[in-house]
């Protein structure tokens, strides 16, 4: 009964009768060089962390994601065994406020990067020290959205990308070292 089963499922399927979703391509760090954008990758991570997540996906003129968007973006998890982890999102546009918090206690700050100005970040628990549930922090522009910008152009517009970088589970010291380290994946 149970042969027979998948045989009709997988007959249906071949004919188009049965929805059968294709499993999504798992992405790796090497297909991200591949892509016409700026990719962002840390330079240095703590001790334990390694690529747990690499994921490709596409929005439209929106930024919505979109199966048919031609506009290529990119997210990607570092993570230890502890489970603290480093993320980084991109998004073509269409985005909000990420250091943003719900709890009220949550605390903001700031600091200065060479290469991407002023980030500012929020983080809870409150204090200076010790190890933070959560560190979020605004939006990074790249070199191309940057030059976009000041050329009121749309070639490297399109090229352009948001990031957002994230932090659980590691110390206000360990995210702004990470962030300090971030350059694209591939070099020019």
Known sequence: MRITTLFFVGVLAILGIWPVQAAPKTAT???LKKLDIICL????LPEGYG???VEIHYENADGNEDAKGTFPAYSLEYRNRQK????IESAYTGIGDRNLDQDERAEESRFDT??????????????????KNRIVANWIEDENL??????????????GRYHGVSGFGMTL?????????????REK
Do not use: C, M
Request: glycine letters at 12%; a positive charge; aromatic letters at 12%.
């Open 29 to 31: 760090l090497d297909d």
């Open 41 to 44: 990758t840390p330079g240095w």
């Open 146 to 159: 940057k030059a976009g910008k000041a050329k009121g152009g749309n070639a490297l517009r399109i090229k």
């Open 173 to 185: 010291a360990e995210f702004e070292k990470i962030v300090q380290s971030l350059h694209p994946i």
């Open 51 to 53: 690529v747990k997540k």
């Open 114 to 131: 060479k290469r991407y100005g002023t980030v500012y970040i929020i983080y809870f628990p409150p204090g200076k020290s010790g190890v």
């Open 84 to 87: 603290s982890r480093f993320t």
